[in-house]
């Protein structure tokens, strides 16, 4: 069978699909990729089929990045400022993607890619969508954190009942958002249709919940056919291809000066290898497992004051660090700085996670994947989109801590892992729930899970084509 994927945003949205396409191909579907010009650089090695689409974006503009990280409006500009303007270009190249080589018989779409539904409808292509964390799902019965209403989170934390008026508050505050999808819809011949922020993204067929169940159980409000499948981790090996991790800074800008970018997209490891660099190694080897500062592959871009806060932290606890500081200025020291600090511009998770006491992040569910699987205690500085709301649950999982952005200081800081690591009373407690968890996410197999879900729809009856 011949499979679409579609996704845009970061590496965090697109490894969980190049791990499903890795299991898919192996299973001998031909798997192709319709995503942002910027993902071919990890996609060419692995011999994936790149059909680029919109929109346009410099990863490396640190104020567009500040902007569409914002905690309150970032959600807002990433949807109004750059996604729905490009929206009809995005259709028309992916229905292309689609009706190539005689027609796909499956899309597969993620959060963020407004076009899939609208595509799927076109052409009457089998669909399948995901969901990459719970918020995905705005269920009234599981409510997301409270972003843009501080005080109702406030209520909602003494008076539980009022989570069901989330959902309809949320629903008004972005009612206009959308309004370029239904004028766009008019303009193809298609009914208005429900919300596309909230209802329309997901597939009537199948909804792959890729996420542990540890995060969320399945709700009586969520879509009809919806699988938890557990995390599809993507650890950049492929078995009997070429080898790859994440994007490194240096192909990223040469790509981005060439060609249309993809949002926040950080640095990563070298491709091929995906040995951990020879520095961070030798510093691994020096001495006890480090404490990780990471704002994975987003948040990296609107950095601030993060990684000389974690700096101060690591020292004022004494404690070894590696800060993945992605792309800084030119001058900033790389490499090992001293027996108790070292940085990389990022590397594997996969092969890092293992090694390490802690991990400190800003709440990508990526990121939150592998310190799962790894069983690693974690601080949570959120930032914007859905890592409050995942924050929120990895403290109720007693697995992290989390600390607001604004309050994010070396004295707090320190004292957040002195409760992980080392604390008397506190530290056991995180060690067993982590490990506990571990086991959990270890025994859902996401990947295969998901896998065996999409093979099922593909047996089924293919729609008629419009």
């Known amino acids: 069978m011949r499979i679409v994927f579609n996704t845009f945003g970061t590496l965090g949205d697109l490894h969980p699909m190049l791990a499903l396409a890795t299991e898919l191909r192996r299973r001998g579907h031909d798997c192709v990729f319709a995503v942002p010009e910027v993902f071919r650089l990890v996609l060419d090695p692995l011999n994936f089929r790149v059909y680029p689409l919109p929109p346009n974006l410099d990863p490396h503009d640190a104020a567009r990045a500040a902007d569409l990280m914002d905690l309150r409006r970032g959600t807002e500009r990433l949807l109004r400022e ?47 969508s995901v969901a990459l964390a719970p918020l995905s799902f705005f269920s009234r019965y599981d409510p997301p954190a409270l972003l843009h209403f501080p005080g109702l989170a406030w209520i909602e934390q003494r008076v539980p009942a009022v989570n069901r008026a989330v959902m309809p508050i949320a629903r008004w505050y972005a009612r206009n958002w959308p309004q370029p999808v239904y004028e766009l819809r008019t303009s193809l011949g298609l009914p208005r249709g429900p919300s596309p922020l909230f209802d329309a993204k997901n597939s009537p067929q199948l909804v792959l919940a890729l996420f542990s169940s540890l995060l969320s159980a399945p709700q009586q409000d969520w879509p009809a056919h919806t699988r938890i499948c557990g995390f599809p981790l993507y650890d950049g090996r492929q078995p009997g291809g070429p080898q790859a991790s994440e994007l490194p800074a240096g192909r990223l800008a040469e790509a981005d000066s060439r060609s249309a970018g993809a ?42 004051d993060f990684y000389a806060i974690s700096k101060q932290a690591a020292a004022k606890l004494g404690v070894r660090a590696i800060l993945l500081t992605g792309v800084l ?44 699987k790894n069983g690693k205690p974690m601080i949570i500085m959120p930032c914007s989109h859905d890592q409050p709301d995942n924050a929120r649950r ?3 999982l007693g697995i992290s801590r989390t600390v607001p952005r604004e309050k994010y200081t070396a004295e707090r800081a320190a004292a957040e892992l002195h409760a992980l690591l080392r604390d008397p009373f506190t530290a056991p407690r995180y060690a067993t729930a982590t490990q506990l968890a571990a086991r959990r996410v270890e025994k859902e197999n996401g990947t295969q ?18």
């Open 263 to 304: 949002l926040d997209v950080s640095a990563n490891s070298a491709i091929p290898s995906s040995t951990l660099p020879p520095h961070v190694e030798k510093f691994l080897e020096m001495g006890e497992p480090p404490v990780v500062f990471t704002l994975g592959s987003s948040a990296v871009f609107a950095a601030g």
């Open 82 to 128: 750059v996604l729905f303007p490009v929206l009809p270009e995005t259709v028309r190249r992916l229905r292309a993607a689609v009706e190539d080589e005689g027609g796909a018989d499956l899309l597969i779409s993620s959060d963020l890619a407004y076009a899939a539904p609208i595509v799927a409808e076109l052409t009457g292509i089998r669909w399948a």
């Open 394 to 396: 990895c403290v109720r």
């Open 329 to 372: 200025p030119d001058g900033q020291p790389r490499g090992i700085l001293s027996p108790d600090l070292c940085t990389a511009e990022y590397v594997s998770y996969a092969e890092l996670f293992p090694r390490v006491a802690a991990i400190v992040h800003q709440g990508g569910i990526g990121t939150i994947a592998h310190a799962l």
């Open 449 to 466: 899970t998901a896998c065996d879900a999409l093979e099922s729809l593909l047996e089924k009856e293919a729609p008629i084509r419009k």
